[in-house]
């Protein structure tokens, strides 16, 4: 039996189990998701992998959930680093676990965390949990981080075959269309359908992932909820794609903590960004799977010199694809009193403090949400799957930002880069957007939306 448990229970009567996909981009969301579940009165479980577990371990302490694990499946000689590997044996051995764990948690009197009342799940792993969860009479919701478009977008699916726009065998685009799929956000452009955007990635799969998808638009019919983490104000009308959709966006960070993460944000960027002027530094950060080529992450430190403003740039040790990291000759010494390099940022807090003026980002979901409701203007560079779609929303949409464009050979070069900022500096339009869009979220978190939200979701779990 490898199930284990970390900490002590709170008393309430709800008790969620939460089961997010073993990826960063997924984990820091449900567990921001549990916090807000808490707050608002129900008790939380938190179930991953054994690795991922004991990853947040050490980063921060989730004392007011309690946190168990299963392992993921993978061979000591399987490459744990394979994402989609990881993902595929998780999705596995999920369905052997589950059903026992969730008895175990149930007849255990000593952990005395009371029943457990209801199953929230990643959607991408939904498809057996939602099953289990019936099968035990809980309640069951499935928790969508992704953005509105892309809801809408698997939705669709159907019509778009009907219509002979995508093969129903691989996704295939057969007719180039750029498809309106909400009356408030921008067409979306074929060639950004996620299943189309495999990044460098070499195992990604077009077909599997669209295969995958279409089951997703099944899936999605059967949950008492779908919880999504966006706010009413992004797309007005998304929250009609569904009958059974709960806004829950944007997430607020725990405390102002950020929570959930594998690795620990370098604090001592924060010092460094009292001593800039406000609104001065480009704040760079590409998630936690994006990766650049040597030659393009030159190509970016080469236009961060040429720029000459102050830079946080956040580097994990991964981040160029293959090899580690090598700077331009002589890069670190001549940019010393510019900018400071950290291997992985305390996001929330450095997109939260006065000296931030923009943010260059592969615009996955949770920073494009965390920069909205900072009031960020962003530098879009986007890298795979649905990052595309989320820099059109960004540009073109709610109009908070400016696209990298690489040139024919595929490079955003040092000029590019430079061009871009200086633009989204001098924009005075943009800035006043994104202001305008942090206060909507803000208010929505606070007054009647997300929070309110949260508490008819409880007060639900609760009956
Ligand atoms: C992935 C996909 O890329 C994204 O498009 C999808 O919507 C969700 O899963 P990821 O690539 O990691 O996630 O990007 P993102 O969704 O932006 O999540 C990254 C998280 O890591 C953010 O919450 C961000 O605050 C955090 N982060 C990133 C840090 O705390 N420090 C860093 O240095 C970089």
Not at 42 to 68: C, W
Not at 357 to 386: K, Q, R, V
Not at 412 to 441: M, Q, Y
Request: glycine share 8%; hydrophobic share 40%; charged share 20%.
């Amino acid at each position: 039996d490898h199930t284990s448990i970390s900490t002590s229970p709170l008393q309430a009567n709800a008790h969620v189990l939460l089961l997010p996909l073993p990826l960063q981009g997924h984990v820091a969301p449900f567990m921001k998701l549990g916090h807000q579940l808490v707050r608002h009165g129900s008790k939380v479980t938190f179930l991953t992998t054994e690795s991922i577990r004991s990853q947040i371990e050490k980063v921060d302490e989730e004392e007011h959930m309690r946190i168990i694990s299963i392992p993921d499946g993978l061979a000591l000689e399987d490459d744990h680093k394979d994402d989609n590997r990881l993902v595929q044996s998780f999705l596995h051995v999920i369905p052997g676990h589950l059903e026992n764990l969730i008895r175990k948690t149930n007849e255990d009197e000593l952990i005395g965390t009371g029943q457990i009342t209801c199953l929230i799940v990643d959607v991408v792993l939904s498809r057996d949990p939602i099953e289990i969860a019936e099968k035990m009479g809980l309640k069951h919701a499935i928790f969508f981080p992704s953005a509105p478009g892309v809801l809408a977008l698997i939705l669709h699916l159907p019509k778009l075959i009907a219509a002979g726009i995508i093969d129903a065998d691989d996704g295939t685009v057969e007719k180039n269309e750029k498809i309106q799929l909400s009356p408030n956000l921008p067409a979306m452009d074929s060639a950004d359908f996620i299943w189309k955007r495999p990044g460098n990635k070499s195992n990604f799969n077009q077909k599997d992932v669209f295969q995958y998808l279409l089951l997703v638009n099944q899936i999605l019919k059967v949950p008492n909820w779908v919880l999504c983490n966006w706010f009413h104000e992004l797309d007005p009308s998304a929250n009609a794609l569904l009958p059974n959709i709960i806004s829950v966006g944007p997430l607020p960070a725990h405390d102002g903590k950020s929570t959930g993460n594998f690795r620990s944000g370098d604090l001592t960027c924060l010092p460094w960004l009292d001593r800039q002027s406000p609104g001065s530094v480009i704040y760079i950060a590409f998630g936690s799977t994006s990766k650049f080529s040597q030659q393009q992450f030159h190509e970016l430190a080469f236009g961060l010199e040429l720029i000459g403003k102050p830079f946080l740039w956040a580097v994990r040790s991964d981040f160029i694809d293959g090899i580690s990291i090598e700077y331009p000759d002589g890069f670190q010494d001549r940019v010393k009193n510019l900018g400071k390099i950290v291997n992985w940022a305390p996001q929330e807090k450095v997109l939260a403090h006065p000296s931030i003026a923009c943010y260059m980002t592969h615009c996955g979901w949770n920073s494009t949400m965390e920069s909205i409701n900072m009031g960020i203007p962003m530098l879009c560079w986007p890298y795979f799957g649905d990052q595309f779609w989320n820099k059109s929303c960004v540009c073109y949409g709610w109009k908070v930002g400016l696209e990298m464009n690489p040139d024919e050979g595929g490079m955003v070069t040092k000029h590019e880069i430079k061009r871009k900022v200086d633009e989204l500096l001098s924009d005075e339009g943009i800035k006043a957007n994104a202001l305008k869009l942090k206060e909507l979220a803000q208010n929505s978190a606070y007054e009647g939306g997300s929070s309110k939200n949260f508490r008819d979701f409880v007060a639900q779990l609760m009956l």
